[in-house]
């Protein structure tokens, strides 16, 4: 079957990082990431107070704090231009108070994840004028079901009314990563 | 471009229910497209039946009106007096040939062969001149015209079959099997033999009988069968005393008797042109034509009223005993004589009744010579009957297969298929060494000559089988249209194409099969976010085992049709191009 990573699980014997993965869970942030699960639990970048005027804004800044954060975004000025181009084509907020931007781009080497939090809230469109989380995503060209993975388990961890609270309330940045790797762990 | 946001709510709870829904229902019975082919073939087979009762109906009503009473042509010939003899197949002849006259300004001239169109057409049959030749037909008939009318039922079931087809848009290789099943559903229902007509159709016609068309020809053939069955009374068509082999003796008069029917099918073929061609020199009007033919039957019906009609009463008396033999030479005779002016006149209708006929008689006349000469070698002419129907069957219509399956199921008679079986070949190749042509191939050999651009071996390009209009989703289409789209169509891949038509990716529903019960995604998601752009594509003018190269390297049931521009112009279905490689590979037909 051509063209689909492995998408689910790590297959324990196929995947190197991923049998070890299984054996040591207590050393999985030391280790690659092997699922969009993984990444959502360790996002390459958080900003606990985003401050942005609006959507361009707010996507811009993230978009430049990840570019710095990892080598793995190849071309910065084509993710950018990718990136308002799909907000420019459609809504990309997904809950009165979550909005997730993202591009499929060739200048990304992996999928990518930032998370920005601003307790004012941020005008993202005519709809949705209260943002409050942003989730950045940059997946690559060819990792449709990744992409989908990670989308839904935004949505799902989402819905969880008590881990929206606390992710507002959330003092910093380590506290913010605290609460996504517990929650997550549980989740999956 | 404006977005339209989908909130979620009820509708897109209800969209994506509704798609989890069709993809369980895929997955759990997952009917692939063979199946939709059967299920097409069936109905095919359900509208063939249907058809050829009306017809017969039709038929036997309008006999009803020429005689005042409910009985066979043949008997109604014998009750009238002679001037009857003569006005009533002529008056028959004369309003088949109007109905065909008005038909021309109706209906335009263009070909109805149900053959042609399958063997080496695009499945596409007139319908409305088809309608008229049927029309036609029915008079001839109804008239005691010399002439089969198992031609016209086989036409039709073809035609709407074919109009099945076209309303549904189907690309050329599946209308010309639906067509295909349409003619077997046709012979099926005339002679309840859905064996002989899936044969028939496939031996004869595709020149094949590889799975890929003889199963839908089977479905077709069985469910018509069944139509008639349930609907009438049916049974098989000749109902004859139990045949045996007597003794291995008997083998070799049977054998001489392949032979001579071997030798008489061509003969009689023969004879058929040759009327053709002298009803052709006096250069008559159509409707005089027909009303000559009419009333040359009428005049030989006077004194042997058992040639009007196809035949059918005086078989079943052959095969049953109640025939003398010198009685029967002068019956053969004149029949032979009614059926060559029928057919010369141009009198629409078959001529597969009128063979089995003479096979018949000759078995019967054949039997009866030995029997007087050499009793233990030929204990029951009638039984030799059977034999010489299959016999000459084969021998004119090139199909011994064909011809013993048939002959089989309208007699029931199991225990004299070998001597059937040994004469219906021997019968083949002795008509075979004389003359290399066939009742059915002078149609296709006729046809084929006049138009040599239709040629069935020039389908070789991608371009020929593909269906056009595929269904496509722009790339910012939203989730709730691609769900829609999901729904409406029974495709696993919709096509992403830009505001130039220019073919940009694949969404496949296996990607989004696992989310769809998340309503939230769906309100973010839009068509160019979850597009393939991998997705191999075949071109307009790619040969055929290109393309089939491609659906190689994926699962998937259809590929797109992508030009050298980029322009989406089609999709192709691997169904489709298998059908087209195993018509590429039939042999000729004889």
Redesign the interface.
Same mark, same amino acid.
């Given at each position: 079957?051509?063209?689909r990573t492995g998408a689910n699980k790590p297959n324990p014997i196929k995947n190197n990082s991923g049998g070890c993965a299984l054996v040591l869970p207590a050393l999985r942030v030391a280790w690659p990431v092997n699922s969009p699960s993984d990444l959502l639990a360790h996002p390459d970048v958080v900003v606990p107070e985003l401050v942005a005027e609006n959507a361009a804004d707010a996507i811009a800044t993230l978009h430049a704090r990840l570019s710095h954060a990892t080598s793995d975004v190849t071309d910065p000025g084509g993710f950018l231009a990718a990136l308002r181009e &799909?907000a420019r #084509?459609?809504?990309?907020?997904?809950?009165p108070d979550v909005a997730?931007p993202?591009a &499929?781009t060739d200048a990304v080497k992996r999928l990518v994840l930032a998370l920005g939090r601003s307790t004012a809230g941020i005008p993202f469109d005519a709809?949705h004028q209260q943002v409050r989380l942003v989730f950045l995503i940059g997946p690559p %060209?060819?990792q449709?079901?990744e992409? #989908?993975q990670i989308?839904?388990a935004i949505? &799902?961890l #989402? %819905?969880n009314g008590a881990l929206r609270t606390a992710m507002l309330a959330a003092g910093d940045e380590d506290e913010l990563r605290a609460l996504l790797t517990r929650t997550i762990k549980v989740a999956v | 471009?404006k977005?339209v946001?989908e909130p979620?709510g009820d509708i897109m709870r209800r969209l994506l229910r509704l798609l989890r829904w069709r993809v369980w229902v895929q997955e759990k019975l997952q009917p692939t497209e063979w199946q939709v082919t059967l299920l097409w073939a069936a109905l095919a087979g359900f509208l063939g039946a249907l058809s050829s009762l009306i017809f017969t109906a039709l038929a036997e009503g309008l006999h009803g009106l020429f005689s005042k009473n409910g009985v066979g042509v043949v008997d109604s010939m014998r009750a009238l007096p002679w001037w009857g003899c003569l006005l009533v197949p002529a008056a028959g002849g004369a309003c088949a040939g109007l109905v065909l006259l008005v038909g021309r300004r109706f209906a335009r001239q263009q070909s109805t062969d149900y053959m042609e169109a399958i063997a080496i057409g695009n499945g596409r049959i007139a319908i409305r001149a088809s309608l008229v030749k049927s029309a036609a037909a029915l008079f001839s008939i109804g008239s005691g015209g010399s002439i089969g009318r198992e031609g016209p039922l086989v036409q039709l079931a073809a035609v709407l079959a074919s109009w099945l087809g076209r309303t549904r848009q189907f690309t050329p290789p599946q209308l010309r099997l639906l067509v295909a099943c349409g003619a077997a559903a046709g012979i099926a229902s005339a002679y309840n033999a859905p064996i002989a007509g899936s044969f028939f159709v496939a031996e004869i016609i595709l020149g094949t009988i590889a799975m890929e068309s003889l199963g839908p020809l089977v479905v077709s053939a069985v469910v018509a069968t069944l139509t008639v069955r349930v609907l009438t009374a049916a049974h098989e068509l000749y109902h004859v005393p139990g045949f045996r082999l007597n003794s291995p003796l008997e083998m070799g008069p049977y054998v001489i008797l392949g032979l001579i029917s071997g030798s008489l099918a061509p003969l009689f073929l023969r004879s058929l042109r040759q009327s053709e061609k002298f009803f052709a020199r006096f250069k008559l009007p159509l409707v005089a034509r027909l009303a000559l033919g009419g009333l040359l039957v009428g005049a030989i019906a006077i004194n042997v009223p058992e040639v009007a009609g196809n035949g059918y009463p005086v078989v079943v008396a052959i095969l049953n005993g109640h025939l003398v033999w010198n009685i029967l030479i002068g019956i053969f005779a004149c029949k032979w004589l009614a059926t060559m002016s029928s057919f010369g006149s141009g009198a629409p209708g078959g001529v597969f009744t009128p063979s089995l006929f003479m096979g018949a008689s000759v078995g019967y006349l054949f039997g009866t010579a030995v029997h007087e000469v050499w009793p233990v070698a030929a204990q029951d002419p009638r039984a030799f009957a059977l034999v010489g129907m299959g016999a000459f069957l084969s021998a004119a219509s090139r199909a011994p297969v064909m011809a013993v399956i048939m002959l089989f199921e309208m007699t029931l008679s199991y225990d004299i298929i070998l001597p059937l079986m040994l004469c219906s070949v021997i019968a083949y190749y002795t008509a075979k060494g004389f003359q290399d042509r066939s009742l059915y191939s002078e149609v296709l050999q006729r046809k084929a000559a006049e138009e040599p651009a239709s040629n069935l071996f020039a389908l070789t390009r991608v371009a020929d089988l593909m269906k056009l209009k595929p269904p496509v989703v722009g790339e910012?289409a939203?989730f709730a249209d691609i769900a829609q789209l999901f729904l409406k169509e029974r495709v696993n891949n919709l096509y992403v194409i830009d505001g130039q038509t220019k073919f940009l990716g694949v969404v496949?529903l296996h990607?989004?099969k696992?989310?769809l019960s998340?309503p939230? *995604?769906a309100? *973010? !998601?839009?068509a160019?976010?979850?597009?393939?752009?991998?997705f191999p594509h075949a071109t307009p003018d790619q040969p055929l085992a290109g393309a089939l190269g491609r659906f190689l /390297? !994926? /699962?998937a049931e259809r590929l797109p049709v992508v030009e050298e521009s980029g322009v989406l112009v089609g999709s192709l279905a691997k169904t489709d191009l298998l059908l087209a490689l195993v018509e590429k590979q039939k042999k000729p037909v004889a």
């Open positions: 079957m051509p063209s &799909r #084509l459609a809504p990309v907020a997904i809950a997730v993202h &499929r709809d %060209r060819d449709v079901g992409y #989908l989308v839904a949505a &799902r #989402l %819905r | 471009m977005a946001i979620a910012n939203p496949a990607d989004i696992p989310y998340e939230d *995604l309100q *973010l !998601v839009i160019r976010d979850i597009m393939r752009e991998d /390297t !994926v /699962t």
